[in-house]
């Protein structure tokens, strides 16, 4: 008897933390719901390379480092497709951020203002909340 497996898409998101603040944007399209910078991976695109194209379209970063995976979470979401979201850590203190079309704008939040904002993927506040606890360690690790 054949089984029925999932097909899934897979969404890489980026936690960007400067001076003890987590980077999250305004979508566009829905006004007060808020997101992380990042995308889907298309069709015969390494994931590496996917992310990076991600981030440099919607806040303009070329130059960054990927620290670690801060968290992932596999989820049934728009139209009901089931969707594995995965968020990395990354570094770059540099460089300016420069919104996509994608985003109205975006905010600078503490780690306790987390749970103040509705988040287009139910788990991301977790997720953020993740980010800043790797983010946490790797700081007391690197002293």
């Known amino acids: 008897m054949p089984q029925e497996f999932e097909s899934f898409r897979v969404g890489q998101k980026a936690i960007l933390i400067r001076a003890d603040k987590c980077l999250i944007l305004e979508c566009s399209d829905r006004l007060n719901v808020w997101d992380l910078p990042g995308g889907r991976i298309d069709k015969g695109e390494e994931g590496e390379a996917a992310f990076r194209r991600e981030i440099k379209e919607e806040i303009g970063l070329e130059n960054f480092v990927i620290l670690t995976i801060a968290d992932y979470a596999i989820m049934y979401w728009r139209n009901d497709f089931p969707l594995c979201g995965v968020v990395n850590l990354i570094t770059n203190d540099a460089a300016a951020v420069t919104l996509s079309f994608e985003h109205a704008s975006c905010r600078w939040i503490a780690e306790n203002e987390v749970d103040k904002f509705q988040y287009i993927w139910p788990p991301m506040a977790r997720m953020i909340k993740n ?13």
């Open 131 to 143: 980010g800043f606890k790797h983010h946490k360690l790797l700081k007391t690790n690197a002293q």
